[in-house]
């Protein structure tokens, strides 16, 4: 079992990718959290090493034009192309939904819209020990 | 909180967002393991699954974490349907209840159901005419039934998924009589609708546990189609 980068640390990062989204879309554009919670990468079942956890983010994004949405993910999707991600998924013009990751660190990012004008941005970390170093296992 | 047992392994039933007044509610129930010791993994996959239809477009959402019932706690007793058989009265009962509180239009009623959870749904159904619009079988061992037609509700309304790499496919290797539980409501025969998952993660078998618990991973596919369910939307 390998070290990883600490839950804290997890955080800042998909923080941070959020925010670089935001700082790419009018100013008007307002955050709405959604999720913040770390979730376990266990379960009852799972043999697997227990006490990872990954720490996940989702925004609303509220006060933009639906009708501009589509331009929008257009700009994120070439800004995530120019600095480091890979498209894992553009499922436009089926459904509005762009997903990345960050071909460094494993970090992954979404932005999804909705036929009811609902526009989101969810940033997921992979499974990390909370301390940064694996768990005594029992 | 809506109840909550210490006794044995511990029961609880546990709502984000508020049932009575909901467009769209969820009911999970969750598989082997489930007791009240672990169930903050269980609202955890709750809070995603609300947060998942709301992306998908429901205007308002609740989900129940319902350990309602004494789960198998371990892979050989998950063969065993009594524990199924066990938890038809209640959770029939707590989805005739949901209806009797909701306030105004009636809302759109999900029960979903992972693992031996799902095993639990399918006996209702079958036994007790479950009183749902849909119902999901997240990575089933089977649900009592061989055709979903044989749940009491339109095929349509059954909506089932199982990850490529998901170890659950092994005890469906066998077919009927020794397919414990039935067949993979998922599989090519059992008619209703297969939504897509991510294939988890693999091994040198084919097949992994963490493939089993990933479903409600952030993007993963069928968390979102799980959302889209919930909000009577169509799944990918």
Known sequence: M??????????????????????????????????STPQNCDDPTDNGPRGRVTESHSYQIHDLPPADYNAYFDTIKQWWETHNFQILEDSRPKDMYLWAENKNDSFRISLKANDVGGFYVISTSPCVWPEGTPAPQN | MLGIDSSGNGRAIVAIGNPDTAANVATFVPGTGARLGTCGTDIGRSDSMVDAAKQAGSPSTASITWIGYDAPQDLVAAADEDYAQNARQDLDRFQDGLRATHQGTPSHNTVIGHSYGSTVIGHTARDMNINADDVVFVGSPGTGVSRAEDLGLPPENVHSTVAKHDVIQVTNVFKEPFDVHGPDPAGPMFGGNVFTSDPGTSSWTGYSTEAHSQYWDQENKALNNMGNIIAGKPTT
């Open chain 1, 2 to 35: 390998r070290n990883t980068i600490t839950q804290q640390e997890a955080a800042r990062r998909v923080e941070e990718n959020i925010h670089a989204v935001v700082a790419l879309l009018p100013k008007e554009a307002r955050l709405e959290q959604r999720l």
